[in-house]
């Protein structure tokens, strides 16, 4: 809105600022439009991107699967799909023949990097800190270990109470580190269904799931497919569990990933600031204030 406009407005409404319009300062952009910043910058959706290396990585893995399900298990472990493989091919190829053709001989001319040195050595340092860090947390495990194994020598002959105040030791964690060998009482553990699958069962599944007309469907479609054979293995549930349990469970659509949005809180630290069009509670100095 134009500053005479907005003036005009403000004569209008008696020298108040008219509502739903702030008083944050305008800026000229290159063109010399005036415009205003927009206090709530929401991130813009992203879709997946493949890096070359990601990309050879996987063609080489999909050659070197002989065996039947092998593929299909690389697939949807990776979030691919079988077209995927067919582009990626075809770019490699493309690549390869552009690198055998004859080009202009001569040194190639390299611009220098003026960052290069500072990032080598930042990475030296980082080295350094990191091997640090890990002799710190190995002798704070030995002096923690060698405490504990004086504290069960000494709670033999004073008791464990006596013992663990002597040397400020909190008793939960001597007993933790005494039965850290001990395993769980059977009775704890959740029985296993009467009806659940057995391994073999379980292992058929999988193999079905990774066969090369299933290869680009979901467990819903295999799952119809399946019933239209003539063919009942488990349900739609039990082969994304499966399937779940072998890390073959991607989100494999080329769809924008929307990150999670927050709701904005705008802060006025002055009078006529933030302008408000509708009934909206305002936090005060107080918690549970507005």
Known sequence: ???QVIRKMEEMEGGRRPTGISSIKETKNIQGIRTV????VPERAVRRRFTAEYKLRILKEAESCTERGQLGALLRREGLYSTNLIAWRRQMEK???EALSP???GPKAK????SARRIAKLERENERLNKKLRQADTSHRERREELMNTAGSLAKDVGIKSACDALAVTRASFYRWRDRDKHFIKGNCRPIPPLALTYDERKDVLDT???ERFIDQAPQEVYAALLDDGAYLCSVRTMYRILEENQEVRERRNQLRHPG???PEIL??????VWSWDITKLRGPVKWTY
């Open 1 to 3: 809105m134009e500053p």
């Open 103 to 105: 080009r202009k001989r």
């Open 111 to 114: 611009r220098p990097d003026p």
């Open 209 to 211: 799931l990774r066969e």
């Open 37 to 40: 910043p927009n206090p709530e």
């Open 268 to 273: 006025a630290t002055a009078s006529n600031q």
């Open 261 to 263: 949005y927050t709701k």
């Open 95 to 97: 690549g390869t023949l």
